[in-house]
T-cell receptor
Framework: EAQVTQNPRYLITVTGKKLTVTCSQNMNHEYMSWYRQDPGLGLRQIYYSMNDEVTDKGDVPEGYKVSRKEKRNFPLILESPSPNQTSLYFC?????????????FGSGTRLTV | AQSVTQPDIHITVSEGASLELRCNYSYGATPYLFWYVQSPGQGLQLLLKYFSGDTLVQGIKGFEAEFKRSQSSFNLRKPSVHWSDAAEYFCAVGPQIDMRFGAGTRLTVKP
């Protein structure tokens, strides 16, 4: 089954304790992104990646890191989490091309700091 | 820079009634436009998309949307709402890698 897999689904941590949220896709998609969803704000893009080793900042990158060492994986790293990073996080992947393919989303990770 | 406005935070309709969710966008070129639905506790599912061609696009679950360039709008419609349509709906504008989402419209369906 074609899908984007995020882990864990729920995560409770304390301020300053480094954590990683994993994301993997099995569709051979070139594009991958991380979004955070907050009430009244919709989804805001944190980072995106156009292919292996290529990443770029979205609208709200502060406090986050990503890596794209291989095409299928795109982990989100919070080196020193803070309470304002409590949110619902989504990983998504998309194929490159000119026909406007939409993102396929994972099931989300609810983080509480 | 692209942006999306969904003017209605919350809409309530009766089951069987028609539905229209509004979306206005700002984009400098021909936009990619999308509607997604999020059921409680779930991820986002793509309902439909527009890039070019016919301005009325059909999607899954009986939804359709109409692109109106002159009004910078991409409103979502359904002729008869079912209780299972209760969810949050997000409009988004492309490009594919750098999509911007609206704040969402929560739909409640009355029996």
């Amino acid at each position: 089954e074609a899908q984007v897999t995020q882990n864990p689904r729920y995560l409770i941590t304390v301020t300053g304790k480094k954590l990683t949220v994993t994301c993997s896709q099995n569709m051979n998609h070139e594009y991958m992104s991380w979004y955070r969803q907050d009430p009244g704000l919709g989804l805001r893009q944190i980072y995106y990646s156009m292919n292996d080793e290529v990443t770029d900042k979205g609208d709200v990158p502060e406090g986050y890191k990503v890596s794209r060492k291989e095409k299928r994986n795109f982990p989100l790293i919070l080196e020193s989490p803070s309470p304002n990073q409590t949110s619902l996080y989504f990983c998504a992947s998309n194929r490159a091309g000119g026909s406007g393919y939409g993102y396929t989303f994972g099931s989300g990770t609810r983080l509480t700091v | 820079a692209q942006s999306v406005t969904q003017p209605d935070i919350h809409i309530t309709v009766s089951e069987g009634a028609s539905l229209e969710l509004r979306c206005n966008y700002s984009y400098g070129a021909t936009p990619y436009l999308f509607w997604y639905v999020q059921s409680p506790g779930q991820g986002l599912q793509l309902l439909l998309k527009y890039f070019s061609g016919d301005t009325l696009v059909q999607g899954i679950k009986g939804f359709e949307a109409e692109f109106k360039r002159s009004q910078s709008s991409f409103n979502l419609r359904k002729p008869s709402v079912h209780w299972s349509d209760a969810a949050e709906y997000f409009c988004a504008v492309g490009p594919q890698i750098d999509m911007r989402f609206g704040a969402g419209t929560r739909l409640t369906v009355k029996p």
